[in-house]
Nanobody
């Protein structure tokens, strides 16, 4: 049974930083694409950043230059380093693992940025 567990969310002031972690268990982590998504109240879930098994990354425009996604295959963990946080980054952040006929989500971690 695949399980993704996020951690690292919290309350931070604008301009601050947070580092999210997502640990995967029971999956083929090393060969799958990992991603961070977020959903703000009343809005659709959106992609924040993704990273392939080979380390290629992709970011939404608003995250470029501020967020960094990385992965440690030995620890089955994907990270999202978030710097220069803004109130509009406030959302529940979800970890996602995708592969061939595989699509798994974590339960989410709340990030709140105060102005």
């Amino acid at each position: 049974q695949v399980q993704l567990v996020e951690s690292g969310g919290g309350l931070v002031q604008a301009g601050g930083s947070l580092r999210l972690s997502c640990v995967a268990s029971g999956s083929t982590f090393s060969i799958d694409i990992m991603g961070w998504y977020r959903q703000a109240p009343g809005k659709q879930r959106e992609s924040v950043a993704t990273i392939t098994s080979g380390g290629s990354t992709n970011y939404r425009d608003s995250a470029k230059g501020r967020f960094t996604i990385s992965r440690d295959n030995a620890k089955n963990t994907v990270y999202l380093q978030m710097n220069s946080l803004k109130p509009e980054d406030t959302a529940v952040y979800y970890c996602r693992e995708t592969g061939f006929l595989r699509d798994y989500w974590g339960q989410g971690t709340q990030v709140t940025v105060s102005s």
